[in-house]
C-alpha cells in the first residue's frame, strides 16, 4: 500500500501565510509527479501546483503567492502559501503519481487539508 500524509492545514487572516506537507509512504520504487489540488465548496477539484522532473507547474490564480518544493529523499511535498486572500479557501489535497515495488504506476490522494482564510 501506498498512503498520503497532508498536514499543515488551518486558520489564517488574509495576508497570512501556510505551509502544507505532504509525505509519500509504503511500497514506492519511486515517487514521479507530485503536486496539491483545491475544491472549495460547490466547485470542481483543481490545480494548484504541480513538481515533476525539476519543473513546477501553477495556476494562474496562485503565480507569485505560492511555491510548491519536495524533498525527494523523504518523498514530501511542500506548499508554501503567501499573501493568502479568502478565496484560496478550500480543502486542500496533496496529489502524487508513483511506481510501486510491484512495478505498478499509479495516482494517488492524500485525505485532503482544510485551509480557511477569513478577510
Known amino acids: 500500500q501506498v498512503q498520503l500524509v497532508e498536514s499543515g492545514g488551518g486558520l489564517v487572516q488574509a495576508g497570512g501565510s501556510l505551509r502544507l506537507s505532504c509525505a509519500a509512504s509504503?511500497?514506492?520504487?519511486?515517487?514521479?509527479?507530485m503536486g496539491w489540488y483545491r475544491q472549495a465548496p460547490g466547485n470542481q477539484r483543481e490545480l494548484v501546483a504541480t513538481s515533476s522532473g525539476g519543473i513546477t507547474n501553477y495556476a494562474d490564480s496562485v503565480k507569485g503567492r505560492f511555491t510548491i518544493s519536495r524533498d525527494n529523499a523523504k518523498r514530501t511535498v511542500y506548499l508554501q502559501m503567501n499573501s493568502l486572500k479568502p478565496e484560496d479557501t478550500a480543502v486542500y489535497y496533496c496529489n502524487a503519481v508513483i511506481t510501486r515495488l510491484n512495478g505498478e504506476l499509479n495516482n494517488y490522494w492524500g485525505q485532503g487539508t482544510q485551509v480557511t482564510v477569513s478577510s
Open positions: 509504503g511500497s514506492i520504487l519511486t515517487v514521479n509527479r
